[in-house]
């Protein structure tokens, strides 16, 4: 297999196995306390329970570790059981003001297992365990239908409390050039916002749909989060720890939004051509905004993406009967430059890297059904 680690002396491999089983029941009640009043009421219960092995060894080409593999990475067999009984309710009340337009607020629990974590190869069980994280949520809003149902409208707002949220994080222990990966448990976040989207048929060849977001998400504790490592540690201990605490999430825009208007046409009933009697002209524009965000968990500002707008566009022929089509799309057609993920490169302190999403790119397709 091929080594975690190498050197010019030794190698280290890491063998990790954990299986998961869940008995869950759940159910849901509906009360109709008027004719357009109803108030409804779930609950769901889970077992969950983990056990994992994990194996890492130290092979070394004299029969003894040695050199800077020694020293950052240690040899260790572990095996860890964890089960746990979860539960989440929910309950909310959901107004019909009419057959087209209701309004509803709901409250709800939530909950992500905890276990063992498949990423660390620390030999600490604190590092290789993960508490479960719990959430609390509430949200109220409104789905439309309008015009006659050429147009629906969905509106919400949500407040949510998390608490041990999991987060994939890396830190460099005390002496160490390896960051050890692991998940790890935030103390308290807060995620607040709005969500709202919108389809509009104005013709029967025209479409439009569009979406906005906006998500106010921020640590309210979490003072444990990894730095760059040529940062000061603000706690004061000796691992690359800084707090993090009213920051803004880590790959967590604020604003987002999109439109996407689109063309099915039928050539057949604007041309007397044969050539085009059954084929119909698809077409279509979209239009991306992303907000600012961090692309790593240390939300370093050098690794802060700056905002972007992202335009895409589609043009083809379908038959009538669906057998067949052809297209051409252009994806990211401005060409934006605009990363995904940024990571430290490791050892050169300071050193941040990004992982740049694809330029313009040209798509052709053809489709066949028979």
């Known amino acids: ?35 357009r009043l109803t108030l409804f009421a779930g609950l769901r219960v889970s077992e969950i329970r983990k056990d994992a092995v994990w194996v890492q060894t130290i092979e070394a080409e004299n ?10 990475v240690s040899s260790f067999n572990g095996t860890e059981s964890d089960r746990e009984l979860y539960r989440a309710p929910k309950v909310g009340l959901k107004f019909d003001w009419t057959d087209d337009i ?28 993960v508490d479960p994280a719990y959430v609390e949520a509430w949200e109220a809003g409104s789905k439309m239908r309008l015009l006659d149902g050429a147009a629906e409208l969905n509106v919400g707002l949500f407040l949510m409390n998390l608490r041990d949220f999991q987060l994939f994080t890396t830190a460099t222990e005390e002496g160490g050039i390896i960051p050890i990966a692991q998940v790890t448990n935030v103390g308290e976040l807060e995620v607040k916002g709005l969500e709202l989207d919108f389809t509009w048929l104005p013709t029967h060849w025209l479409s439009l749909r569009g979406s906005l977001g906006y998500n106010d998400s921020k640590y309210l504790d979490f003072p444990i989060a990894t730095c760059m490592t040529d940062n000061a540690n603000s706690d004061g201990d000796d691992e690359a720890r800084c707090d993090l605490t009213g920051q803004q999430l ?4 604020k604003w987002e939004a999109s439109f996407t208007p689109s063309i099915t046409l039928p050539l057949g009933q604007i041309t007397d051509n044969r050539l085009f ?33 992202l335009l895409s566009a ?10 067949w089509s052809v297209g051409l799309r252009v994806e990211n057609a401005t060409d934006e430059r605009y990363s995904n993920v940024g990571i430290e490169a490791i050892p050169a302190a300071g050193l941040g890297v990004q992982a740049p999403n694809p330029p313009r790119t040209v798509l052709g397709s053809f489709r066949w059904s028979f």
Do not use: M
């Open 1 to 35: 297999s091929t080594p975690l680690y190498s050197s010019a002396a030794s190698d280290v491999y890491k063998r990790q196995a954990q299986e998961a089983t869940e008995k869950a029941v759940f159910g849901q009640f509906n009360w109709y306390l008027l004719d």
């Open 63 to 72: 029969g003894e570790p040695c050199c800077i593999i020694d020293n950052l």
């Open 102 to 129: 209701n309004f509803y607020v709901t409250w709800a629990e939530g909950f992500q297992p905890g276990g063992f974590n498949n990423f660390s190869n620390s030999d600490t069980l604190e590092s290789r365990t």
């Open 250 to 253: 880590t790959q967590a825009p």
């Open 277 to 309: 009697r059954n084929l119909d002209l698809r077409a279509g524009i979209g239009v991306q905004y992303t907000d600012d965000r961090f692309l790593h968990e240390s939300n370093d500002p050098r690794h802060l993406q700056p905002a972007y707008t």
């Open 314 to 323: 589609n043009i083809g022929l379908r038959h009538a009967t669906g057998n």
